[in-house]
């Protein structure tokens, strides 16, 4: 069992930065590999980014390549999702979830076990 909290949301002006954490409980964390996705009003969920449970492989979707980092610290069972030149189109919930350490697409939210709450990402323009 892994619960998982997000946060780091907020509101920022577009071309700001926000760096998101995502917190694990449980002893295994180190065995799931991790992802990020957003749902924005009135759409349906999307893939953001996600990296491999050892850390060594990233995913991000276009929509943010260059502009987005998912790194995690295994020691402290947290992942970041660093946000730079944030658009308005970034607004969203952003969720952080949990799948299997075999998982190797990690971009479909069937793979993900376990998700957080959530955190809102306001940018304004």
């Known amino acids: 069992q892994v619960q998982l909290v997000e946060s780091g949301g907020g509101l920022v002006q577009a071309g700001g930065s926000l760096r998101l954490s995502c917190a694990a409980s449980?002893?295994?964390?180190?065995?799931?590999?991790m992802g990020w996705f957003r749902q924005a009003p009135g759409k349906e969920r999307e893939f953001v980014a996600a990296?491999?449970?050892?850390?060594?492989?990233?995913y991000y979707a276009d929509s943010v390549k260059g502009r987005f980092t998912m790194s995690r610290d295994n020691a402290k069972n947290t992942v970041y999702l660093q946000m730079n030149s944030l658009k308005p189109e970034d607004t969203a919930v952003y969720y952080c979830?949990?799948?299997?350490?075999?998982?190797?697409?990690?971009?479909?939210?069937?793979?993900?076990?376990?998700w957080g709450q959530g955190t809102q990402v306001t940018v304004s323009s």
């Open positions: 990296i491999s449970w050892s850390g060594g492989n990233t």
């Open positions: 979830a949990a799948a299997p350490y075999y998982s190797d697409y990690l971009r479909e939210g069937y793979e993900y076990d376990y």
């Open positions: 449980g002893r295994t964390f180190s065995s799931y590999a």
